[in-house]
């Protein structure tokens, strides 16, 4: 089947500018993570949301990062008043329960820079 | 005080022998799930092998298998006649508590297989 579909693939932007990511899970997984990944900081968690509970934002590193999941489906994460230190590949990962493992499956990742 | 330790930066290997990538957690939750997910030069993060803590044997997929040493707090992964294709960046990462749940990631081992 489909796996984690992400857009767009790549983005460059200019320094101020406000940036969406969207991420489309695999069908009927209930559970949805963003993370980041750069060179000085390895892989981060941001957000994640399970069904209709309310979204766990501890991971997000400041008040310009937010997201949202329409529908129980699709997401955007959206970067306001974009900064040069957040260049980075965002990785979007879904999931469900598979006899109790929770394995998240990965998207191809939006390489984002900022100029 | 680092979740995920992978000491080694960087694995040399040739084709066809076998490889161990370490790996060593820190949590005091009782209930806790490892993985290992391997990441190409494409970005793409692959699900490899799972772990969970109550597990009583080690996880094996295929070439793969899992050296988990509860008492140690460690969970190395065993990479058996190694392929070109397995050239790769792994991360061991880890989910605490049950149910759904963020992912800990270590900083990841570079794995160069030579014919």
Request: glycine letters at 10%.
């Amino acid at each position: 089947g489909a796996g984690v579909s992400q857009s767009p693939s790549n983005k460059v932007t200019e320094k101020g500018k406000d940036v969406e990511l969207r991420c489309d899970p695999i069908s009927g997984h209930t559970a949805l993570y963003w993370y980041r990944q750069s060179l000085g900081q390895g892989l981060e968690f941001l957000i994640y949301f399970q069904g209709n509970s309310a979204p766990d934002k501890s991971g997000l590193p400041s008040d310009r990062f937010s997201a949202e999941r329409t529908g129980g489906s699709v997401s955007t994460l959206t970067i306001q008043r974009t900064q040069q230190e957040d260049s980075a590949v965002y990785l979007c990962a879904s999931s469900r329960t598979t006899g109790g493992r929770y394995e998240q499956y990965f998207g191809p990742g939006t390489r984002l820079t900022v100029t | 005080a680092q979740k995920i330790t992978q000491t080694q930066p960087g694995m040399f290997v040739q084709e066809k022998e076998a490889v161990t990538l370490d790996c060593t957690y820190d949590t005091s939750d009782p209930s806790y799930g490892l993985f290992w997910y391997k990441q190409p030069s494409s970005g793409e993060m692959i699900f490899l092998i799972y772990q969970g803590s109550y597990d009583q044997q080690n996880a094996t997929e295929g070439r793969y298998s899992l050296n988990f040493q509860k008492a140690r707090k460690s969970a190395n992964l065993v990479i058996s006649a190694s392929q070109l294709g397995d050239s790769a960046m792994y991360f061991c990462a880890m989910r605490e508590g049950t149910g759904y749940s963020t992912l800990t990631f270590g900083k990841g081992t570079m794995l160069l297989v030579s014919p």
